[in-house]
C-alpha cells in the first residue's frame, strides 16, 4: 500500500503488490485527528457498509485506502482497515444506543419506526454476509463466481 503524504506523486498499488496486508491499527491516544471525528467516519464507514449492502472487507480494498489517503492522510493512519476492525466498530456500534444518536444527528426527521426498519437492514445485512461465507467459504474468487452465476 502507499504510504506516502503526497497524493500527486503516489500511485496506486498493482495486483501484484505483495506488500502485505494492511495494517490495523487501534486509535491513537496523541494523534492530531479529533476522537469525535474519527469515531463520527468509523460510523458513517459501518453506516455505508450495511446500506450499501458490501461485504467487510470492502475497506480493505487498496483503491478504498487510497481515497482516504488523498482526502486526509491523517485520518486514513487511523482507520482500522480489517473486517474484524470494521466487524468489531459494527457491533459495538449497534449495540449501544450510539446508534440511535448517530441517527438523528444526520438526520433530526427520524422517526423511531425508521430507527426500527433500520435495524432490521442490518441484521438483514448480517445474515446476508453469513448465509455466503457458510455456503462460499471466505474465497473472494469464488464468492464473486458463485453470484455472479446465480
Known sequence: AVLDKDSNNSTLPSSADTSGPPSYKRLRPNSNVPRAKI???R???VTS?????????????????????????????????GRTAIRDRFDNFYRRREALA??????????????????MQYYGHILNLAARAFLFGTDKEVLEAKSDFF
Not at 52 to 64: G, K, Q, R, S, T
Request: aromatic share 18%.
Open 49 to 81: 457498509i450495511v446500506s450499501a449492502d458490501l461485504p467487510f472487507v470492502h475497506f480493505e480494498n487498496a483503491y478504498v485506502q487510497q481515497m482516504f489517503r488523498y482526502y486526509n492522510p491523517e485520518v486514513a493512519s487511523e482507520i482500522p482497515w
Open 39 to 41: 469515531t463520527t467516519l
Open 43 to 45: 460510523d458513517l464507514n
Open 102 to 119: 448517530f441517527y438523528w444527528s444526520i438526520s433530526p426527521e427520524i422517526t423511531d419506526t425508521d430507527v426500527k426498519a433500520q435495524r
